[in-house]
């Protein structure tokens, strides 16, 4: 765990994957992430295979270095708890429907009414100036509805779902980004904000950035989609026993790719040293490299494109990544045991603060158990432990 947002609270309302991953960043980094749960437990809890009911795995991966509170939201005593937590809080954050947040009490203008410098982050799955505003919506659904299935489409043109909980991802990251740029507003102005990240906005803002592309002009001066990535022949290519990512980019990178595939006219050729003719030719100059890749091995290509300086990748499956050379150098896993959970394998948070791996500050902390903190948090709100066994034995918190 780092320390960069050590002494930030965040009341995190947030289920199964966009907003724990967010609210997991802000924890990494030190904020004090006190995860607010029904008794019931976020639905992502139950995700097999596990050691403990209440803590499978993708759970487990999605929120450590947080703290569990259970808490009845749809009684007024159990909204009256969270109001009291949110008095001692910088942020709130959801992915529930607006007027899912109102019915629990979670609502800004309740919030801010208790604490006017809140910062309130939600990300519903549509916008809320939309018709759309009220439906439902998860990864899957986005990923269809944003276009993203259908870039993904398979050779014979049927969408596909990207096997990554993608969408749920990329607009977590927008999610955390929301939650510290209002954070560092906050330190100039003194005021709080309600930030709206939605899930289809989001995505299309995220995928259009590139694919907009000669509709970015008015009227269209070509198509929708980038043409590097639109074009058949963009793929690993297959070399003479297995696959390999090879990207030449640059102008010198193709001159030098052509020059090792003795190639030499091709170095020369204006379709590969005038960067918009290559642009325009891009399909076939992958065509060649699919042409002469089968003519190696992949070892003898990563050699040969390692001293030419020229981009290019293993494909690694799933099993591989786990082995692969550079991650386990740079300590991108390692194993921790755990006295509820046992010894688990942990991907570490990406990031590197002062030559520091991982962590700058205290130890993480395992993924919580349901309910696993609330006499603490409430204890730490004010709450005399009497008062937090009442709460218990009337099943208002657990």
Not at 49 to 57: E, F, I, L, N, S
Not at 178 to 194: F, Q, V
Request: charged share 25%.
């Amino acid at each position: 765990m780092f320390t960069l947002l050590k002494g930030v609270r965040i009341i995190d309302l947030t289920t199964v994957v966009l907003g724990p991953y967010a609210t997991q960043i802000l924890a990494d980094m030190g904020a004090d992430v006190v995860k607010i749960e029904s008794q019931e437990g976020d639905v992502f809890r139950a995700v097999r295979p596990g050691r403990q009911a209440d803590t499978g795995v993708a759970f487990m991966n999605y929120n450590r270095n947080k703290r569990a509170v259970c808490i009845d939201l749809k009684s007024d005593e159990g909204q009256s708890v969270l109001h009291r937590l949110v008095a001692d809080a910088d942020i709130v954050v959801h992915n529930m429907r607006l007027r899912s947040a109102n019915q629990l009490g979670a609502d800004y203008e309740t919030l801010s009414a208790i604490k006017p410098d809140l910062i309130y982050c939600f990300s519903a799955g549509y916008g809320q100036d939309g018709p759309d505003r009220d439906a439902p919506a998860y990864d899957d659904i986005i990923q269809a509805r944003s276009g993203l299935a259908a870039l993904n489409a398979d050779a014979n043109g049927a969408p596909q779902f990207v096997r990554t909980i993608a969408c749920d991802k990329v607009v977590g990251l927008h999610l955390a980004i929301a939650m510290t740029s209002a954070l560092a507003a906050r330190e100039k102005t003194g005021e709080g904000a309600s930030i709206e990240v939605p899930m289809l906005e989001t995505m299309a803002s995220f995928l259009l950035s590139e694919h907009l592309h000669g509709h970015t002009l008015v009227p269209p001066e070509g198509n929708l989609g980038y043409d590097r990535l639109m074009t058949r022949n963009r793929k690993p290519f297959a070399t003479k026993d297995g696959y390999l990512a090879i990207l030449p980019y640059s102008t010198k990178h193709w001159i030098r790719f052509f020059k090792l595939c003795d190639m030499p006219e091709w170095a020369e050729d204006e379709r590969v040293t005038d960067a918009a003719l290559r642009s325009e030719n891009i399909d076939m100059l992958y065509g060649k490299i699919a042409a002469v890749a089968t003519t190696r091995t992949t070892d003898q290509w990563i050699t040969g494109l390692a001293e030419a300086d020229i981009p290019c990748s293993v494909v690694n499956s799933l099993a591989a990544l786990l082995d692969d050379p550079h991650l386990s150098a740079t300590g991108m896993y390692h194993t921790l045991t755990d006295a509820r959970l046992g010894e688990v394998r942990e991907v570490r948070s990406p990031f590197v603060i002062n030559g520091n791996l991982d962590r700058d500050g205290a130890p993480n902390r395992m993924a919580p158990g349901l309910g696993a903190d609330t006499d603490e948090v409430l204890e730490s709100s004010g709450y005399s432990a009497l008062e937090v066994s009442d709460l218990r034995q009337r099943t208002i918190v657990s």
